[in-house]
């Protein structure tokens, strides 16, 4: 327990240094992000401290799971973070899940994707439609890992961010080792996949969670203490346009979630939500 509340410690303490000094000078990131602002709207309950991911329901309801851990579960909440449902994924097993994605016909995709120490060889993500409640599997290895674990300046294969985008799940690396997160594209039908890597791109953090705009128009990837956000013009190259990058220190963020075409809300492991909202149009 004391190991954990120092590891807590030593985020928070790096994320209060987290800047986006580097995004602007070097990726093009613009510099003016006054427009955003940050604020706490809510908590959940202390059962589910360790939220990792979110996701829109309805309603402006929202998904949200427990990591490692946390058993099969997953649970419906409010802005304020009240819990509303938990709905039990029976043919599921949380050995560590990190993230969550939907299309457009009710299937929410639960990744089963944690491996901080990069030697997992069970990675999945469950396909659940919510209607009936039939969950489907895809299994996924990555091409581009040949030892388990690999040597510690290698470890690029924990992946805990993803989105869904026309017919494909799109994955990002949490670069451990590396300094390049690595984008993977896993089909989102139910079957076993070996993915090589798309592209990659250097930044300055650790990527946590991903999620796209409903108009298909907006990346945001998050990181402890930042968000990072890019313009989508070209399907085949998501980095091409850096947006803004948004300082967001409020300790060890894990989840990301648009609302709209412009403003998200996040969440920590300590159960705490923010809205990160943008007072003017997209300029």
């Not at 099969?72 to 009240?82: E, H, I, M, R, V």
Request: some cysteine.
């Amino acid at each position: 327990m004391l190991k954990l509340k120092l590891m807590a410690f030593l985020l928070t303490i790096n994320g209060s240094f987290c800047n986006c000094n580097y995004e602007k000078k070097h990726l093009g990131f613009e510099k003016n992000t006054r427009m955003y602002k940050v604020r706490k709207i809510g908590r959940l309950p202390r059962a589910l401290t360790e939220s990792s991911a979110l996701e829109v329901a309805h309603d402006g309801t929202f998904w949200t799971l427990q990591d490692s851990g946390g058993g099969p579960y997953l649970y419906l909440f409010d802005q304020s973070g009240k819990i509303l449902d938990t709905l039990e994924i029976s043919d599921g097993m949380n050995r560590d899940w990190e993230e969550l994605g939907q299309d457009n016909n009710g299937h929410l995709f639960i990744g089963d994707l944690g491996n901080n120490l990069n030697k997992r060889r069970d990675l999945k993500v469950y396909k659940l439609d919510l209607p009936t409640g039939v969950i489907q599997v895809l299994d996924v290895t990555y091409q581009d890992q040949t030892h388990f674990p690999p040597e510690r300046t290698e470890m690029n294969f924990d992946c805990e961010a993803y989105f869904w985008m026309g017919g494909n799940i799109h994955l990002f690396s949490k670069n451990r080792g590396l300094k390049s997160v690595r984008h993977y594209e896993l089909p989102d039908q139910p079957g076993s996949y070996s993915l090589k890597p798309k592209d990659e791109l250097i930044l300055k953090g650790k990527v946590t969670a991903a999620d796209i705009s409903p108009d298909g128009k907006l990346m945001a990837l998050l990181s402890y203490g930042k968000v990072w956000l890019f313009n989508i013009q070209d399907v085949d190259n998501l980095w091409a346009n850096p947006y803004k990058c948004v300082k967001v220190n409020r300790g060890q963020t894990e989840g990301v979630v648009f609302i709209n075409n412009t403003d998200l809300i996040i969440s920590n492991e300590t159960g705490k939500l923010f809205l990160v909202s943008q007072n003017a149009g997209r300029e």
